[in-house]
């Protein structure tokens, strides 16, 4: 949003923001001035649910989002139908039985009424207050219209809805109702009477809906009492009979002395399988080849007793040779080779084998003993296992049954005890429920503070935003461009100009350039047009740019009185000017035009050029005729090269962008171009074409805002 652009428009409606918001302060002024004062009265109800001196169990937990849900629902319920009606009864029925202190003056529908009337009018209504019924249309049906009268007197329920405020401050146990009226003594009655009827018929629904409930779990819990008691009286009947005590005791002592026999018997197994072995180890020993068992082995016995052989034949041999020496030799070797052996012998056998076998044969004695009674004892193990499994596999069959039963019994059990802490916390709630109480009552008081400042400045306020709120409001659906800025946000591209609207039918150059009388219009007019020449020299002298293009979205946005004024201009600072355009539309009569006027269509004939001062004029033709049909592209090329071998700047005025046709064909020839749009005009999507087309034209320096209003 253009934020100046608003300012502007806020300025131009600054009266319209002035005066209203004064006219509507002045007409409140006189409108509060008969106003009523205004008496308020507020009552204060204690619920206890945040005082810890009210509970019996002061340490308990507090639930504030249960608490907060609970002062929710006791509000709202301030607000029902019936209770409003119960208030409206009570209001009506005082002003009817007391009319010398009635709060308010009697409506013509009760005015008109006589006395019996309005006795039968008080019984009407006493009924209805007894029987706490709603005041509705349909009451209007009977002799005396309920509802309209009730609606009259301003106790209707949508007039006291509106005016009762009921309200709770967080962490605070009170509720406050609060009431302004014009009477202080009817803001006392009503608040007090609200509070008062309120109590009672909460209280009262509060105490039959317990009853209520408790009356439910009790039923409940007396039919989940007789399910138990049947549950558990089936579980015990079963266990009688079946004469099972215990059934999870009997069979894991069962089980735990299957077990104990289980480990007797492998133990017994083992020391069968460990006393064999030793057997077999005994056994082989006292029929093997043990020297500590049975001493020398017979092969060396042998030997030794074959070496003694020897020694006796060899020493018979020594005798009968007459003791040779060689004899004697052998006699001696064979008697050293006996001594060896039976060291060698001796050695081997250190124990006596005799006891070592007696010995074995005991312990094998000892382990056959001991092996017999093992195989006995396992053949009692295995009767006590047999007795123990087979007592053991006849409680199996009722341990579904008795596991049934006692899920059973045990889910009964558990119901009836939910069901009786349930009606044991409802006989709590009832005792130790909410006890709503009024802590403080409502009392007349003095007239509230005046709100005519607040009317006023509210008044003032309001007109004022109200009034700023339609001037936004037409900014917002004026879509017309106003500014550069706008130009350029629409465009998407610069704008490098502005230029002011000159009034009335005088519009030659020359005068505006000359005038001496100081018009203002004329003097911005010569300024931004400098402003617009210096930035079109800048971007042309860059690249020595000669051809300059001026064409528009729009016909009629004075493109061409722009073309007429920027050659002027140039002329003034000494450049030699060329300019291609139509015919100025408007010059004053008596005046001259700024040189003598050629035709372009003939010098791209006879390429002749009469130029005069500094500014030479050749007018396009005006019947709309195209240029490439006239000449070739090659001839209005070297037509072009004539003139910027002549001129210093050629200003063309190219048809408006709508004549797409032939404003194409001229900017074929233009070297840079700028494009005009006109003040307050709306660029619509259909027009973003050209404006697209325009601005991916290389040469393109932008837009000049023409003809601006000098006061914006």
Request: charged share 25%; with cysteine.
């Given at each position: 949003?253009d ?52 509970k019996?169990i ?17 509000m ?17 029925l ?6 010398k202190?009635?709060f ?27 029987t ?14 309920l ?31 609060e ?7 009817l ?20 105490n ?16 989940k ?13 079963f ?14 002592t ?32 006292l ?30 041999a ?21 001594q ?50 087979a ?60 709100k ?19 001037v936004f ?35 030659s150059?020359r ?65 030699k000017?060329?300019?291609i ?17 050629q ?13 005069e ?10 019947a ?14 070297a ?16 048809n ?34 050209f ?22």
């Open positions: 949003m934020i100046k652009a608003f300012l502007k428009l806020v300025k131009k409606y600054k009266w319209v923001l002035i005066l209203v918001p004064i006219i509507a302060v002045i007409i409140t002024y006189f409108l509060v001035q008969n106003l009523p004062k205004q008496y308020s009265s507020e009552v204060q109800i204690s619920t206890g649910l945040l005082d810890p001196s009210k019996l002061s340490n308990e937990n507090t639930d504030f989002f249960q608490i907060n849900q609970q002062f929710s629902n006791i709202e319920k301030f607000k029902m139908k019936k209770i409003i009606n119960i208030l409206s009864y009570n209001l009506i005082h002003d009817l039985e007391q009319p202190s009635a308010r003056k009697y409506s013509d529908k009760i005015d008109s009424l006589s006395a019996e009337q309005k006795q039968e009018l008080i019984n009407l209504f006493r009924e209805k207050l007894a706490k019924s709603v005041l509705t249309l349909a009451d209007n049906k009977g002799k005396y219209k509802y309209d009268i009730v609606e009259s007197m301003g106790y209707g329920e949508t007039g006291l809805k509106k005016e009762i405020d009921i309200s709770h401050s967080d962490n605070s146990d009170f509720i406050n109702i009431y302004v009226s014009d009477n202080p003594n803001s006392a009655y009503l608040v007090n009477t609200l509070a008062s009827e309120f109590i009672v018929n909460y209280s009262s629904d509060v039959t809906n317990q009853n209520k409930s408790i009356g439910l779990l009790d039923s409940v819990l007396k039919k009492e007789v399910t138990m008691n049947a549950k558990n009286g089936s579980l015990s009947d266990k009688r009979n079946k004469g099972v005590l215990n059934l999870n005791e009997q069979s894991a069962v089980y735990a002395q299957i077990t104990q026999y289980e480990g007797q018997r492998a133990d017994a197994l083992r020391q069968i399988q460990s006393t064999q072995g030793a057997i077999n180890t005994i056994q082989s020993k029929g093997g080849s043990d020297p500590n068992i049975n001493g020398s082995s017979r092969a060396d016995n042998r030997e030794i007793v074959s070496l003694k052989k020897e020694r006796e034949a060899a020493n018979n020594f005798i009968e040779n007459g003791f040779r020496a060689s004899d004697q030799k052998r006699v001696d070797s064979l008697t050293k080779i006996i060896s052996k039976s060291n060698q012998n001796f050695d081997e056998n250190v124990y006596d084998p005799r006891a070592s076998k007696q010995s074995l044969a005991a312990q094998k004695t000892q382990l056959e003993i001991a092996q017999q009674t093992a195989k006995s004892s396992i053949r009692s193990i295995d009767n006590e296992l047999a007795s123990l499994r007592k053991y596999s006849s409680m199996v069959p009722y341990d579904a049954d008795i596991q049934n039963y006692e899920r059973e019994a045990d889910l009964a059990t558990k119901e009836y005890m939910t069901a009786l802490d349930q009606y044991t916390q409802s006989r709590n709630n009832q005792a130790m429920g909410l006890r709503l109480q009024i802590e403080q009552v409502g009392l007349p008081g003095n007239p509230e503070p005046s005519k400042v607040l009317y006023l400045a509210g008044s003032g306020a309001g007109s004022f935003f109200i009034c700023l709120a339609y409001f037409v900014f917002m659906l004026d879509h017309k461009i106003k500014s550069a800025s706008q130009l350029a946000h629409a465009t998407k591209s610069v704008t490098i100009g502005v230029l002011n609207k000159i009034e009335g039918d005088e519009r150059i005068d505006i350039w000359n005038d001496k009388t100081g018009n203002p219009n004329y003097e911005i007019y010569r300024d931004m047009l400098r402003s617009l020449r210096f930035e079109i020299t800048e971007k042309m002298d860059a690249d020595s740019s000669k051809i300059l293009g001026i064409t528009s979205l729009f016909g009629e946005e004075g493109k061409t009185f722009i073309a007429y004024s920027l050659a002027y201009a140039f002329a003034m600072t000494g450049k000017v060329l300019l355009a139509d015919e100025l539309p408007v010059v004053k009569a008596e005046s001259k035009a700024l040189a003598t006027s035709n372009f269509q003939t010098f791209l004939i006879k390429k002749e050029i009469h130029t001062d500094l500014i030479t004029i050749m007018n396009k033709s005006t709309r005729e195209s240029l490439l049909e006239m000449q070739s592209i090659k001839s209005l090329k037509g072009f090269e004539v003139l910027r071998e002549e001129f210093d700047i050629i200003i063309v005025d190219v408006s962008l709508h004549d797409i046709n032939i404003a194409k064909e001229w900017l074929l020839f233009t070297e840079k171009n700028i494009s005009v749009f006109e003040y307050g005009k709306v660029l619509n999507d259909n027009d973003k074409e404006v697209d087309y325009i601005k991916k034209l290389p040469g393109f320096l932008g837009w000049v805002l023409n003809k601006t209003l000098t006061s914006s």
